[in-house]
């Protein structure tokens, strides 16, 4: 009998160090409020590295900008969130949630120019997923950047089961992201908006001066 607890308290130790492993391993938010970004005056209040240590990005929610990790040999970028314009969730090739700004038309239009490289872009990082076996996700970034306005942060890419531990865990992180951009891309419209209403104004004022 005592045998028999042995090994199943084995099993149960074996268990849960498993799923510490795993847990320890998972792609994780790293939030900080004191640390300077280095070669930058930006101090992040949330910070994510990709799993591939190639994307990576923060945000200051209280000061409305976002910084961009594009690679190892390129200094990080920042953007007010007035550039920000959108943030898809890509699971195994497909979009399972966007958010993209509406407004001003420049910005909509430009977002709109850039669907077939996005289409082209998921489509080359998750050839492995959508062949079978692979599990990837991924969040991409659109900045109103001419050069390089699409940034993919990766947070998955192995071949492990969907559904698993790993996969809900990388999940989770990767669509607790693109709910912070998305809700960034609301206050950027909404600011645009604002922005918009106020130039109007001066233009009408400025319009009654003249007038005779």
């Given at each position: 009998?005592?045998?028999?607890?042995?090994?199943?308290?084995?099993?149960?130790?074996?268990?849960?160090?498993?799923?510490?492993?795993?847990?320890?391993?998972?792609?994780?938010?790293?939030?900080?409020?004191?640390?300077?970004?280095?070669?930058?005056?930006?101090?992040?209040?949330?910070?994510?590295?990709?799993?591939?240590?190639?994307?990576?990005?923060?945000?200051?929610?209280?000061?409305?900008?976002?910084?961009?990790?594009?690679?190892?040999?390129?200094?990080?970028?920042?953007?007010?969130?007035?550039?920000?314009?959108?943030?898809?969730?890509?699971?195994?090739?497909?979009?399972?949630?966007?958010?993209?700004?509406?407004?001003?038309?420049?910005?909509?239009?430009?977002?709109?120019?850039?669907?077939?490289q996005?289409?082209?872009l998921?489509?080359?990082?998750?050839?492995?997923?959508?062949?079978?076996?692979?599990?990837?996700?991924?969040?991409?970034?659109?900045?109103?950047?001419?050069?390089?306005?699409?940034?993919?942060?990766?947070?998955?890419?192995?071949?492990?089961?969907?559904?698993?531990?790993?996969?809900?865990?990388?999940?989770?992180t990767?669509?607790?992201?693109?709910?912070?951009l998305?809700?960034?891309?609301?206050?950027?419209?909404?600011?645009?908006?604002?922005?918009?209403?106020?130039?109007?104004?001066?233009?009408?004022?400025?319009?009654?001066?003249?007038?005779?």
């Amino acid at each position: 009998m005592d045998i028999i607890f042995l090994f199943l308290g084995l099993i149960v130790t074996i268990t849960i160090g498993g799923l510490f492993f795993i847990l320890g391993h998972t792609p994780q938010k790293q939030n900080t409020s004191t640390e300077k970004i280095e070669g930058t005056d930006f101090i992040p209040t949330q910070m994510y590295m990709g799993d591939n240590g190639l994307g990576g990005l923060a945000v200051n929610e209280r000061t409305h900008q976002i910084c961009l990790f594009k690679s190892h040999s390129s200094p990080p970028e920042l953007f007010p969130i007035a550039d920000l314009i959108g943030s898809y969730l890509i699971k195994n090739g497909e979009i399972v949630s966007e958010g993209k700004r509406s407004f001003p038309n420049q910005v909509v239009t430009f977002s709109q120019d850039l669907h077939r490289q996005k289409e082209s872009l998921i489509k080359n990082l998750h050839m492995d997923s959508l062949q079978g076996g692979n599990q990837r996700i991924d969040l991409l970034v659109m900045v109103y950047e001419p050069d390089e306005p699409i940034l993919a942060i990766n947070f998955l890419d192995m071949d492990t089961q969907e559904g698993g531990i790993l996969f809900e865990k990388s999940l989770s992180t990767a669509k607790h992201w693109h709910d912070v951009l998305d809700g960034l891309i609301l206050q950027a419209d909404q600011l645009a908006q604002a922005q918009s209403v106020e130039t109007s104004k001066k233009e009408a004022k400025e319009m009654a001066k003249t007038a005779p």
